[in-house]
């Protein structure tokens, strides 16, 4: 004789069953995380500075998590590759992406990019915000942003700026005062910073919108002028200075950024315990060095305002794209 109850409530058993292993086994996991080496991908060749500062946050990350995190370089593609590359990993916070700019500009620029940059990953630490710093020979007659202005619009197309390559900071930085400032530029790419700042220096171009890294050094030597810093509040690092806003263009802001993204459908319990780590990390002796050298605001706030600010920096990077016309393909 059955009881098709008894066969009805020992399939409902052993459900019960393997859905409490299935949250003891996660439980246990994350409280053993990490056990195992966190790798941060850096969508970049070694020693730029997304680097540097990835090898910097890593070093104290590991501190703070009890475990090793390396940095696995995966230049190529204006980042696309490495950012693949993490897009497509475990979602167990072993893998992890530093985003930058041009997280927030890729998706404009390529209409076919091979991940989804919102469904693909879950913001973890907005890490830190910087600047560039508009420069010109020091033998250059212009001396001022309104001077700049001037020249512009007295001979328009005469004036170039070099840029890093299409879709860099130094590029779009001009490219937003070309629309802000109403006048005309001739945009010179380079395949990198170096070249670009020879060319500046010899008077082969007129003017850049570089980084503090690249210039710094160069700005005390007296081979570069400065004219103004292109973030939205004056700089610790320059406070003689004025920004692109007061200094003619009011509204200007262009910053670049470094942010840590995990891949999609991390657990919520690991991003919070990357989250606690980063914001330690930042806070280090090493981390305000650094902020010194590359001209940072160290920021290591929560996952959702990583996710704000990148919505926000997607959205007025759309804009001067298009009206700029650039692409990449």
Known sequence: MSFPWISKAKVILSALAVLALA?????????????????????????????????????????????????????????????????TSEPDGYTLLMGTFANAVNPSLNPKLPYDPRK?????????????????????????????????KAEPDKLSYGTFGTGTSAHLAGELFKNMAKVNLTTVPYKGAAPAITDL????????????????????????????????????????????????????????????FAPARTPADIIARLNKSAATAVQSEAFKRLGVNEGLVMVARPPEELDRYVRGEEERWRKVIQDAGIRIE
């Open 23 to 87: 949250a003891f086994s996660a439980d246990n996991a994350l409280a053993l995380y990490p056990d195992r080496i966190v790798k941060i991908v850096v969508p970049f060749a070694p020693g730029g500075g997304t680097d540097v500062i990835a090898r910097t946050l890593a070093q104290e990350m590991a501190k703070d998590l009890g475990a090793s995190v390396i940095i696995e370089n995966k230049p190529g593609a204006g980042t696309i590759i490495g950012t693949q590359t993490a897009a």
């Open 120 to 152: 693909d990953f879950a913001p973890v630490a907005l890490i830190a915000r910087s600047f560039n710093i508009v420069v010109v020979n020091p033998d250059s007659p212009i001396k001022s942003i309104a001077d700049l202005i001037a020249a512009a």
């Open 201 to 260: 220096i010899g008077g082969q171009i007129q003017v850049m919108f570089t980084t503090v890294a690249s210039a710094a050094s160069l700005i005390a030597g007296g081979q570069l002028r400065a004219l103004a810093v292109t973030s939205a509040e004056r700089s610790p690092a320059f406070p003689q200075l004025p920004t692109v806003a007061e200094a003619g263009v009011p509204g200007y802001a262009a910053e670049s950024w470094y942010g840590l």
